[in-house]
């Protein structure tokens, strides 16, 4: 193919690409938290808890709860799954091979800083991020630099962060980001360091040949969006039905005798490293807790670790990272939101 010619074609792909992700974040994301920012400043709420609604508790584990929460959840988020089905797949088959691999490939922190930085605008929650983090190590991004755009997604969400503040004060906001910052880059550059000491178990590909032609291009792009649906929704769906079903289970009756204690500090953290939301989910359920009485330290916990990860975007995930990877990210999320809620006892924060 002569160069002019191939030339051309990476132009057409990354403005394809580039059309995608800023109609499709403006469309999903950007627009309607625009307006959500209004309601929560002038509301002090975004909604009710999608957890428990306004009950004390969670509906007792049944089919008829796991299909609620499910159905609820897909609702809040099926728009960000498709728009992150569509970016995953699209990476692989519209960005030029060896790109991701020159701006996210480095194992230091540089490539860590830019996929956290990536990340922001996105906005998504863990597991709509999940497909895109997906087409990134696909493409060859370093773990560190994919998982700080993982947990960036959530984690340093601007939006969430002004309806934080506005619903549950600026206080908590600061508590968030001072220790959702290191958590994101921190954890990033753990992870690069340990994929240095240790061999990936999982061996990426090699990349693939520059796409011929603009059709072939759409061919590919089609038969990896599918490829990708087809094994990533079925196990996503199935979790998410389990976590509905017993969600009774992980989040007891909550009212003012789930104070500050280390095991309910412990107890949370553990239950929100693991649930799903959809973005910014934690803000009304934290709300609706602290209402109800749940002690500071409790309420920071779940505020730090509900977002990040959980155990659908896990699983999601399992082919692109080491096992021993995923599992040291979800403990040390769980840390961090142990850690959050013992600053948000020391502080007094309620």
């Known amino acids: 193919m002569p160069v002019a010619t191939v030339s051309s074609a990476r132009t057409v792909r990354w403005s394809v690409f580039v059309l ?21 400043a002038s509301e002090h709420s975004i909604g009710r808890s999608i957890l428990m609604g306004d009950a004390a508790s969670a509906p007792a584990p049944s089919w008829n709860a796991a299909l609620g929460y499910a159905l609820a959840y897909g609702k809040a988020i099926w728009q960000a ?40 605008p996105g906005m998504m929650c863990t597991c709509c991020a999940a497909p895109v983090v997906v087409g990134l190590r696909k493409h060859q991004a370093a773990p560190g630099a994919a998982v700080a755009f993982w947990l960036g997604n959530t984690t340093l969400n601007p939006a969430t962060l002004v309806f934080t503040g506005f619903v549950l004060g600026w206080h908590w906001t600061l508590l968030r ?30 990349l693939p040949a520059e796409p011929r032609s603009l059709a072939e291009v759409a061919r590919r792009w089609l038969r990896l969006f599918v490829q990708m649906a087809a094994r990533l929704i079925p196990e996503y769906v ?26 309910w500090i412990a107890a949370l953290a553990l239950a929100g490293t693991l ?7 934690e803000v009304p359920i934290v709300q609706a807790m602290l209402a109800l009485g749940l002690g500071g330290g409790p309420a920071a916990a779940l505020l730090l670790t509900l977002p990040p990860v959980s155990l659908p975007s896990l699983a999601m995930l399992g082919r692109s990272f080491r096992v021993r990877t ?17 600053l948000a006892v020391w502080l007094g924060m309620h």
């Open 81 to 120: 799954m498709v728009l992150g089905l569509l970016l995953g797949s699209g990476i692989q088959a519209l960005l030029p091979a060896d790109w991701v691999r020159r701006a996210l490939g480095g194992r230091g922190f540089g490539s860590v800083l830019a996929g956290g930085l990536l990340a922001i």
């Open 177 to 206: 980001t001072a220790l959702g910052v290191p958590m994101v880059f921190g954890l990033g550059y753990l992870v690069n360091r340990m994929a240095h000491a240790h061999a990936p178990a999982v061996e990426l590909p090699s």
């Open 238 to 263: 199935v979790i998410v039905l389990l976590l509905g079903a017993a969600r009774a289970w992980m989040f007891p009756h909550v009212g003012p005798d789930i104070g500050n204690e280390w095991l």
């Open 20 to 40: 995608l992700a800023i109609a499709g974040l403006f469309y999903v994301k950007w627009y309607p938290y625009y307006g959500r920012a209004f309601i929560a």
């Open 275 to 281: 649930f799903v939301i959809p973005t910014a989910g």
């Open 326 to 342: 995923l599992l040291a990210i979800a403990t040390a999320v769980c840390g961090f939101g142990m850690l959050g809620g013992a």
